[in-house]
Each structure stands twice: as C-alpha cells, then as structure tokens.
C-alpha cells in the first residue's frame, strides 16, 4: 500500500470502492488524498475538503458513484471509532443519548435533550431534541425563530448538528466519532477539530 494514499485506500475499501491512479473516479469527480485529507474536485466547482465518516454519502453520490455503507466498525489511529453505518433509523432518546454520551440528567431526561433554563436564560440558542410522531428524531428550535428540523440519529455530524443548534457542545460525539488521530498529537487534534466544526457547520447550512 502507498503510505501516501493510506487514507484514501481505507475509504475506498470501507465503501467497496476503486481507487485508480492516485484517486477515487466517478462520472461527475473524483476523491483524493492531500497532506493526509480526503478532497473531492468537480469541474466548475473545484476541491472541496470533506469529513470522510459524516459526508462520505454526500460525495460519493455528488462523483456521480453509489454509496455503500461499510459491513462493520473498524478502528482508526488512537482507537477512534469508525461510525459503520450511516442509515435513516428509529432511535429512541435513551439509545440516542447512550450513543453520543449525554447520560448526565444536567441535559438528558428520558423524553428530550436540552439545556436547563439557568444556563439558558437570557443568552444564545435553546431548543429541545426529542422523538417526532412519525419516530424520526427532531430538533425544536424554540427561541431562534427558525422553527426546527428531522435529522438522522445515526449520523453523528448530523447529531452534532442538531446539538449545536440548541445551544449544547457537540464536542463528545467529536471525541466518539470525529476524531481519527493519535490523541497525543495536539497539532492531529486541532486540525481534526477544526474539520469536524466545519462539517458540522456545513451540514447546518443545507
């Protein structure tokens, strides 16, 4: 294996893909690796960086190639889970809250996810994430006069997501699904970090 491309063969294999001359070829764009990230061109659109566990069916589709899930969990640097499934899901709150780390009482309760009132009052965002009638997971954005949205719980940048927009750090899903770098390289960290809140925020403005 290409020490130079290690990540992008990972990708490739997780998704049952070919890499060819350096790169991941699709219809519409490619996948590539740089500086150790994952990039994908499209003509008229030039690079883009991209989260390879959160956006990865995003840009698999955007090249213009189908995207299939990995079979089962792997393990990156520093023992990071690897996210094995992105799917549309029912999950109840409990599970949701277990998954992403939020077991404290300060922000769980068994019907919702959300800041106290105390730490609420008067400043920034507030909402609830709870269970929709139809089962799919709901984000209530209460104060921000923008009303809310569904997400899919079982897609962490989709969940930080949705943690952030009411005003919670979405930094434990980070540290359970985001980070894939030895944890002792504080450079490795801090460009991870800065990736995921990217990600994220990216998410937020589709």
């Known amino acids: ?12 294999d997780r998704h049952g893909l070919q890499v060819e001359r350096h790169s991941i070829r699709g219809p519409h764009g490619e996948i590539f690796e740089a500086y150790g990230r ?4 499209q003509p008229g659109t030039g690079r883009h960086k991209f989260h390879r566990i959160g956006e990865a069916k995003q840009v698999i589709e955007k090249i213009g190639l189908q995207f299939t899930a990995p079979a089962e969990p792997v393990k990156g640097d520093g023992g990071a889970l690897l996210i094995a499934t992105i799917r549309e899901m029912e999950m109840t709150m409990t ?10 009482s300060k922000y769980f309760h068994s019907y919702c996810i959300h800041k106290s009132r105390r730490q609420a ?31 899919d719980p079982s897609n962490p940048i989709e969940a930080a997501g949705a943690v952030d927009a009411i005003g919670l750090d979405h930094s434990c899903i980070w540290r359970r699904y985001g980070r894939e770098v030895d944890s002792r390289d504080q450079e490795a960290v801090s460009a991870s970090q800065h990736e995921w809140s990217l990600a994220v925020h990216s998410y937020l403005r589709t």
């Not at 294996?1 to 490739?12: E, I, S, V, Y």
């Not at 994952?38 to 061109?41: A, I, P, R, S, V």
């Not at 949701?96 to 077991?103: D, I």
Request: charged share 25%; glycine share 18%; proline share 0%.
């Open 38 to 41: 994952l990039f994908y061109f």
């Open 121 to 151: 009052k008067g400043c920034g965002r507030w909402g609830y994430i709870l269970e929709g009638e139809n089962g799919q997971m709901t984000c209530s954005l209460t104060r921000s006069g923008i009303g809310g949205f569904e997400f």
């Open 95 to 104: 599970e949701f809250a277990e998954k992403y780390g939020f077991k404290s």
């Open 1 to 12: 294996m290409n020490k130079g491309n290690k990540n992008l063969r990972q990708f490739a």
